[in-house]
């Protein structure tokens, strides 16, 4: 019995990753596990499983096993696997990237804001995958035109910081469980309109689709819709009106900082989807309106930053984690908060 789930690894991401969960039949005979998985998954190359199961993202009753396993009735397996690729072209840039670390098996790379992770409806060139596809020749499901090299996790085209990529199958495979085991380490910074009524807490509500509005997600806090999410928060600095957040994300579903925080009462500042668009603290006219209006011109996107990012590497098994500046926009208009608040 075969049953297709798939796995979000980031806030503000597409689903990358599926996840397999099979439970062996009554009346299976002995059989190894890599024999086994290539007759009951469609599309998968034996390179790809071999290197899944390598990285320990095949599991036996929650346990990682070798290539030999020989599976038995009522097993339970569960399979991260990279998504299926679409079969589109993929379009080589000679894009300017970012890098702030490279080996031969991963490169962390700092977004800016404005730039598209991967080519989709309306962003089919100028993304992070067309820069990837020219500076480097051989990233897992990159190869034959597939749409995402490389690619373990997502962030939205207006949130900048850091994103990881893999250089090779092996990689791909170890880091994608580790974003379903939830045991990478992902700091956001973000402005919001307000101040949280606790200095730190965490933020608890499934999030889905809107009903109202496809593009944006809704948290539904009975549970009734969407998927789990947790973000835990930390209120850095408070200016007033607004305040500087530091967020760590326990899941990773789409928009989870953004709507966790408009289902909080405190919207991302500038971000138009949630409502963070507009003077929500304060009054709504005067010299205090043209201060608000000057800072919306300063960073013209919803204020998040992908601030750090914490992994086990996937051949040195150590832990590595890496930090990133705000960009100049945020930077920016913390500083005219700053100045504001001290007046």
């Known amino acids: 019995m075969l049953e297709n789930h798939s796995i979000n690894t980031e806030d503000e991401e597409e689903e990358l990753y599926e996840h397999h969960r099979i439970v062996v039949d009554r009346g299976q005979t002995l059989m190894r596990i890599d024999h086994y998985l ?35 009735p009522f097993d339970v397996i569960t399979i991260a696997l990279s998504h299926p ?6 379009v080589s840039e ?34 992070v995958v067309n820069a ?5 020749q051989h990233l897992p499901t990159g190869r034959n035109g597939e749409a ?12 900048s910081g850091l994103l990881v990529i ?13 974003f379903f085991d939830h045991t990478t380490e992902r700091t956001y910074y973000a402005l919001i309109w307000g101040e949280p009524k606790e200095t730190s807490g965490t933020i608890v509500g499934h999030i889905g689709r809107s009903a109202r509005d496809r593009k944006i997600m809704a948290v539904f806090p009975d549970g009734s819709q969407g998927k789990h999410a947790v973000t835990h928060y930390k209120v850095l600095k408070t ?32 971000d138009a989807a949630y409502g963070g668009d507009k003077i929500l603290r304060g009054t709504t006219g005067g010299s205090y309106r043209s201060f608000v209006e000057n800072c ?10 992908a601030k750090s990012i914490g992994f086990e590497h996937p051949r040195l098994k150590k832990r590595m984690l890496f930090d990133s500046e705000l960009p100049d926009d945020f930077k920016a208009v913390l500083e005219k908060w700053e100045k504001y608040g001290s007046q």
């Not at 990237?97 to 100028?126: F, R, S």
């Not at 090299?149 to 939205?156: A, S, Y």
């Not at 007033?240 to 991302?268: D, M, N, W």
């Open 38 to 72: 290539r007759h009951h998954l469609a599309n998968v190359t034996r390179t790809k499983l071999q290197n899944a199961i390598e990285a320990e993202s095949v599991k036996v009753n929650d346990k990682p096993v070798k290539s030999s396993y020989k599976i038995k």
């Open 85 to 90: 690729p679409r079969e589109t072209e993929i």
């Open 94 to 127: 000679n894009i300017p990237l970012d890098i702030i670390y490279e080996d031969d098996e991963v490169l962390v790379l700092n977004k800016a804001a404005g730039m598209v992770v991967h080519p989709a409806q309306g962003n089919w060139t100028g993304t």
């Open 132 to 136: 990837l596809v020219y500076h480097f």
């Open 148 to 159: 995402r090299p490389g690619l373990i996790h997502r962030i939205d085209k207006d949130t």
């Open 166 to 178: 893999a250089k090779t199958e092996f990689s791909m495979a170890h880091i994608a469980r580790q």
């Open 239 to 270: 200016f007033k009106y607004v305040s500087l957040v530091q967020c760590k994300l326990e899941t990773g579903r789409t928009h989870q900082i953004r709507a966790h925080f408009q289902y909080l009462g405190h919207p991302l500042f500038n």
């Open 296 to 305: 919306f011109q300063l960073i013209s996107r919803q204020a998040l930053h």
